[in-house]
């Protein structure tokens, strides 16, 4: 079992670093390894895309930009390791404006890439899946149709695709700003925390 599992994961891994489908990414190479993660993660939270000067530059989502400098921050706070979890994108390649500045992924994009969202959830099979952001929580409606919003659900936990969601707010500094501040996102984070505890209760 575990080692079917790492195989198939190198399999996948080999499939998406070669993969071209989308044209304005076909420079860039897909942030999936083992850098990503734990292949038996308690929590797989789902992003949007890898940034230039983050995972796209250190191939570690979240790790060398200020979205990554906030989302240790939140994963601190409710005291989670890294090594407990696998983080991902909604894209797993880094769109760019022309000029190089980072882009959100088209819906298209998004699209092309749901057969390997929708692989790396059934190969992780983790018992709790949290989207950070809009374009992530719209992308797990191919996997499983859901009528959620961040505006009304964000920090509560849902049954989905026989796991439970917990639709969070991304930790980029625009977001921090303009919508959910830091404080905020501290206390949403709880939730998982809630969720995890309330595994462990179970068994
Ligand atoms: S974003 Fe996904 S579908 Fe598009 S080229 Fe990269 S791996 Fe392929």
């Not at 880094?94 to 057969?115: I, L, M």
């Not at 659900?153 to 919508?179: D, Q």
Request: charged fraction near 25%; glycine fraction near 6%.
């Amino acid at each position: 079992m575990n080692k079917g599992r790492k195989s198939d994961f190198r399999a996948l891994v080999e499939q998406a670093s070669a993969c071209r489908r989308c044209e304005r990414m076909a420079e860039r190479q897909a942030v999936l390894s083992q850098l990503n993660g734990t292949i038996f993660p308690s929590v797989l939270f789902i992003a949007e895309a890898p940034g230039r000067n983050g995972a796209d530059r250190t191939r570690i989502p979240f790790h060398g930009d200020t979205s990554g400098v906030n989302f240790e921050k939140l994963l601190a706070s409710i005291e989670l390791q890294r090594e407990e979890i696998f983080i991902t994108n909604s894209v797993l390649c880094s769109p760019r404006k022309p000029g190089g500045a980072n882009d959100k992924p088209t819906r298209e994009e998004v699209g092309n890439c749901s057969d390997f969202l929708r692989r790396q959830i059934e190969l992780l099979d983790p018992p709790i899946v949290a989207t950070l952001g809009a374009v992530a929580l719209n992308a797990i409606k191919v996997i499983e149709p859901h009528s959620l919003t961040l505006r009304e659900h964000a920090a509560t936990i849902v049954s989905w695709n026989g796991r439970r969601l917990i639709p969070l707010y991304h930790p980029s500094p625009h977001v921090i700003i303009t919508i959910r501040n830091l404080e905020q996102q501290r206390l949403d984070y709880q939730v998982i925390r809630t969720a995890l505890e309330d595994r462990e209760n179970r068994g």
